[in-house]
Every structure is written in C-alpha cells, then in structure tokens.
C-alpha cells in the first residue's frame, strides 16, 4: 500500500506559476507509476501528466504540453509537477495517483489503471 499527500496548489494569476508537490509513503515509492490527474466542477476527472517508474519517461496531455514539467525526487518518495503558463481552465482539484503493476513505460493515462489517490490539492487562476 502506498499513501500519497498532495501540496502546493493555491491561488494565482493567469500566466503565473505553482510547483505541485505528491509525497508517497508506505511500500518502494519507486516502483510505482506516477502520475497527476485534475477534476474541475461538474467535469470529468482529466490526465495531466504521467512519470515512469524511473523518472526517466513522461508523457503530458495536449493541453499542458509546453507549459507543465512532471519529475521525481532525489529521494524518490515525492512527484512534482512544475505548472508554467496557468490559464484559468487549468483550475481544478489536482490528484496525484500511483499505479504498482509491472508496466515500466508513461503511457497510462486512464485513471482506472491506477491503484491509489491523494486527497487533492486546489489550484485556482484568476483572469
């Protein structure tokens, strides 16, 4: 089982920029799949941005492409996602989300493929 906390969002100016911060603790925070996902009101829970199990992989949805940078830790116990170029649509709940199964690559972008959740952490950007 791994625990996942999430940190760093809060309110910012459009075209601003905040630095999400996912602590894991429990079983090897290196061998998990991780990745950001993020849930507006009334929508549907979106992929933002995923991590192979090495930090060496990372894929990104179109629409952060460019703007938002997803990495790990020296320690490997914490994920981040650098948010550059925050446009009010990119407000949301931010999760973080850790998949265990032997896939090595950072082509999951289904929340269903992944076994634990942080509680969120809110992002606003004002206009």
């Known amino acids: 089982q791994v625990q996942l906390v999430e940190s760093g969002g809060g309110l910012v100016q459009a075209g601003g920029s905040l630095r999400l911060s996912c602590a894991a603790s429990?079983?090897?925070?290196?061998?998990?799949?991780m990745a950001w996902f993020r849930q507006a009101p009334g929508k549907e829970r979106e992929f933002v941005a995923v991590?192979?199990?090495?930090?060496?992989?990372?894929n990104y949805a179109d629409s952060v492409k460019g703007r938002f940078t997803i990495s790990r830790g020296n320690a490997k116990n914490t994920v981040y996602l650098q948010m550059n170029t925050l446009k009010p649509e990119d407000t949301a709940v931010y999760l973080c989300?850790?998949?265990?199964?032997?896939?090595?690559?950072?082509?999951?972008?289904?929340?269903?493929?992944?076994?634990?959740w942080g509680q969120g952490t809110q992002v606003t950007v004002s206009s």
């Open positions: 991590s192979s199990k090495s930090g060496g992989l990372a």
């Open positions: 429990g079983r090897t925070f290196s061998s998990y799949t």
């Open positions: 989300a850790a998949d265990g199964g032997p896939y090595s690559g950072a082509s999951q972008s289904r929340s269903q493929l992944y076994d634990y």
